[in-house]
């Protein structure tokens, strides 16, 4: 059974308050805030790839005035180079081989493998 606190009646050793601090006695916690979400990813490559770019990723610059999206790990960009007017996967932008490629101007879509790389990448929305 709950006991009342001395100090201030209108608690007893075992409240809690929904958004403030736990009283338990004369020992006063704070609750942790809540984790904020993960920010949500601009793109998401997806398919049955080598080597493996799939994942999200999230605008991080420019590259010829369009812009860049990197993977979360950094190993992976998804960037257009204008003087082909193709989107590219690759490890770096401005790295055209080994890559995929998107001859659109759209960066959704199918994207075809240049050789070592293989399977077809798909970039969508998340």
Known sequence: ???????????????VLASGPVFSGRT????????APPPPCDYVVTGDITPDA??????????EGQPCYRRSDSAFWIWFWSY?????????????IPRWGRMF???AGDYNPVSPY?????????
């Open 84 to 96: 082909r007017a193709w989107w590219y996967i690759s490890t770096t932008p401005g790295t055209t």
């Open 28 to 35: 006063r916690r704070w609750r942790a805030p809540p984790a």
């Open 105 to 107: 101007p759209t960066i």
């Open 54 to 63: 799939t994942g999200d990723y999230f605008q991080d610059g420019t590259y």
């Open 1 to 15: 059974m709950p006991t009342r606190n001395p100090y201030n009646p209108c608690y007893s050793s075992r409240s």
């Open 118 to 126: 293989t399977g077809i990448a798909y970039v969508e929305e998340p």
